[in-house]
């Protein structure tokens, strides 16, 4: 079992920045990527960015709609997955989900609110 405890939302102007955290605990050594995902209000699900663990190099993979804007990154010594959100736009308004794969299934966060309003 994989639990992961995200962090880092609120309500920003448009333009500004936030920074999304997720905490894995448990059985961490299974995981082999991680990623973000997020959901507006009356939509599907979206991936927004993932990081594998490839050892001494994590490689990253983006949405087009968020790429030059947000930066996935981890911290292994601190199990700890960031989302670096920059230049925020209204349409980036949703919850965003941790998620973190493993070879027997996916594990999800219960989720953070990001509103991008002025």
């Known amino acids: 079992q994989v639990q992961l405890v995200e962090s880092g939302g609120g309500l920003v102007q448009p333009g500004g920045s936030l920074r999304l955290s997720c905490a894995a605990s448990?059985?961490?050594?299974?995981?082999?990527?991680m990623g973000w995902y997020r959901q507006a209000p009356g939509k599907q699900r979206e991936l927004v960015a993932t990081?594998?663990?490839?050892?001494?190099?994590?490689?990253?993979n983006y949405a087009d709609a968020v790429k030059g804007r947000f930066t996935i990154s981890r911290d292994n010594a601190k199990n700890t997955v960031y989302l670096q959100m920059n230049s925020l736009k209204p349409e980036d308004t949703a919850v965003y989900y941790c998620?973190?794969?493993?070879?027997?299934?996916?594990?999800w966060g219960q989720g953070t609110q990001v509103t991008v309003s002025s």
């Open positions: 998620n973190a794969g493993t070879v027997v299934t996916n594990y």
């Open positions: 990081i594998t663990n490839g050892g001494r190099t994590n490689y990253a």
């Open positions: 448990g059985s961490i050594f299974s995981i082999y990527a």
